[in-house]
């Protein structure tokens, strides 16, 4: 059975810093994205980053660009995101999810697999 597990979240101040990281088994890794969503109460669920396994290709969504940073580490089946310079906004449940195949990258329904979230809270 696929299992996801993240962890890292916490309480910062505006401007901290926070690192991610997520570890995956149970899935072939080929042809797959590993990336992060986010959820905020009262809103949908946000695409951040996503990596292309094989080629470390990475991909950002524009809130976060130039702040965080994704990446992977294949001996461990592990994926981190490294987060500077946090703002109030980016408070939220902060999920890692899996996608096989092609797959539109930004969008929640193209990944298989989540784990269960880690929070993320940026005091003001």
């Known amino acids: 059975q696929v299992q996801v597990v993240e962890s890292g979240g916490g309480l910062v101040q505006t401007g901290g810093s926070l690192r991610l990281s997520c570890t995956a088994s149970?899935?072939?890794?080929?042809?797959?994205?590993m990336g992060w969503f986010r959820q905020a109460p009262g809103k949908e669920r946000e695409f951040v980053a996503t990596?292309?396994?094989?080629?470390?290709?990475?991909y950002y969504a524009d809130s976060v660009k130039g702040r965080f940073t994704i990446s992977r580490e294949n001996a461990e089946n592990t994926v981190y995101l490294q987060m500077n310079n946090l703002e109030p906004e980016d408070t939220a449940i902060y999920y890692c999810?899996?996608?096989?195949?092609?797959?539109?990258?930004?969008?929640?329904?193209?990944?298989?697999?989540w784990g269960q979230g880690t929070q993320v809270t940026v005091s003001s």
């Open positions: 999810a899996l996608a096989r195949g092609g797959i539109i990258i930004q969008r929640p329904q193209s990944y298989d697999y």
């Open positions: 149970g899935l072939t890794f080929s042809n797959i994205f």
């Open positions: 990596i292309r396994w094989y080629a470390s290709t990475t």
